[in-house]
């Protein structure tokens, strides 16, 4: 009898031990983010993805909605996570304090990504999500496949048109930005950087039309009007090529940038002829 018992204790210490051991090499996650759903999608089995933010499948705001539509959308409230019962939570720096205090202090692991502004934010954001969600490999292939595809945008570049980035406002992106980076990589020099601009600001509409661009980039607008938005229509741009291009590849530093550069080298004098 003694025997039995301790066969049956090892074999319950063995069991549930198998069970951690599964979480851990699979465990199921929640996001609250735009960019962290889109790492989580690329990378983590149908299986581990328990629920995505509510705006995963917003077409404007993810280059994944379509694939998001299928999974669970969430309000990012603490409560409603808890409920969920994830072994981990993505989401980002920028994510409600309170919900992320509230989660951390019942026991529930959450892990905050930066935006990424940079290709090497980018890989390492992608390699950080497949270590955390037991795909090493996989986030190994999507890394390499990664910068494959970006070293054969960026070849045969010779000339770089000079490129403003121009939104609502008249808000602009420097070279620091994600945007920025991509007009950079694509093969155009930035308006923004030569004023001074690095990160983001107000580019007056006068300096922009002094600084004869070769192209204005502008944002795809939301559904109705905005007054905020009258500025691109002002005649005196007119004359200038417009080219409406910063769609949701553009919102977060994810693979994805690579259809945002292919969109933007359609134009590019030394691309369009292998287009």
Known sequence: MHLFRVIAFYSVLYFFGTITLATENNPKVVSLNVCTDQFVMLLADDSQIISLSEISTDILSSAMAEEASKYHQNNSGAEEVYLLQPDIVFAGIYTAKATVNMLE?????????E??????????NMQRTGKLLGHTERANTLVANFEARLTDLTTGINTRPRAALYYANGYTTGEKTLAGQILDLAGFSNIASEVGIHWGGTLPLELLIMSKPDVIIT???????SRSEEILKHPALKP?????????????????IVKAIEDLQTIHPDKMSTK
């Open 219 to 225: 944002g795809t607008t939301y559904p109705g009007s």
């Open 115 to 124: 935006p990424a502004s940079t290709i090497e934010q980018i890989v390492r």
């Open 105 to 113: 202090s019942l026991g529930i692991r959450v892990e905050k990504f």
């Open 240 to 256: 200038l090529r417009h080219v409406s291009s910063t769609d949701a590849n553009w919102v977060c530093g994810t693979p994805h």
